[in-house]
């Protein structure tokens, strides 16, 4: 099956400081990836879309200078969260969709990333 | 915009009981997602529906697409403790490249 994986699983950093979250599909190409955000309790905020070779597309009320993008190859997408600070703090979560395929329309979802910022 | 409305947004059930759950919207949507999430995990894909009407099942789970393309179901039978978790309907997005628009979960705690 599909399969995404994201990396760190989890991440602790001092506020002022940047973090990189790599998201890379390992069995198959996605030009597409997404960058969700998901607070407790809550359902996922789509934050992006990663296009790979062009620029990202931010969701309204995302920063793009915060949350940086990038996706440099048909495999791997990271978000850099730029000079974070404690509000930074979440569940951040990729996906990705098969390029190729009869069931192009699902989404295959990376473990997921908790970042702390002190 | 496009909203799935999920419900219930919590149940606490004994062990061996069913669940149902569904999910419905005021646009249509052409394809049904349904996810579930552990603790500190991402979401894995369940079931996916893809026309109208499509009952689908997947071991103890059962999805249906409804007829009317607004709504869809999630049913678990026989519940057991690792059946706990979250569980999410999705839906594409109608003209937005395929984005995921999410129903708000669906909150599932099983009693031994």
């Known amino acids: 099956g599909a399969v995404v994986s994201q990396h760190p699983s989890r991440v602790i950093c001092k506020s002022g400081t940047s973090v990189k979250i790599e998201c890379r599909s390992l069995?198959?190409?996605?030009?597409?990836m997404f960058w969700y955000r998901q607070f407790p309790k809550q359902s996922l905020m789509l934050m992006a879309t990663?296009?790979?070779?062009?620029?990202?597309?931010?969701e309204q009320g995302v920063e793009k200078d915060k949350f940086l993008i990038n996706h440099a190859s048909l495999t791997l997408s990271t978000l850099t969260v730029t000079s974070a600070h404690p509000e930074d703090s979440s569940f951040y979560i990729c996906?990705?969709?098969?390029?190729?395929?009869?069931?192009?329309?699902?989404?295959?979802f990376g473990e997921g990333s908790r970042l702390t910022v002190l | 915009g496009q909203q799935l409305n999920q419900s219930p947004q919590s149940m606490f059930i004994q062990e061996g009981e069913d669940v149902s759950m569904n999910c419905t919207s005021s646009s249509i949507f052409n394809t049904w997602l349904w996810y579930k999430q552990d603790p500190g995990e991402g979401p894995v894909l369940l079931i996916a529906?893809?026309?109208?009407?499509e009952l689908t099942s997947n071991g103890r789970l059962t999805a249906q697409f409804g007829i009317t393309r607004k709504d869809s179901f999630l049913n678990i039978s026989a519940s057991i403790p690792s059946d706990v978790g979250i569980y999410f309907c999705a839906g594409p997005r109608v003209n937005a490249g395929n984005m995921l628009t999410f129903g708000g979960g669906t909150r599932l705690m099983v009693k031994p």
């Open positions: 996906s990705a969709r098969r390029d190729r395929g009869l069931r192009t329309g699902e989404l295959f």
């Open positions: 990663s296009n790979e070779g062009s620029k990202a597309t931010y």
């Open positions: 529906l893809y026309k109208a009407g």
């Open positions: 069995d198959f190409q996605a030009t597409t």
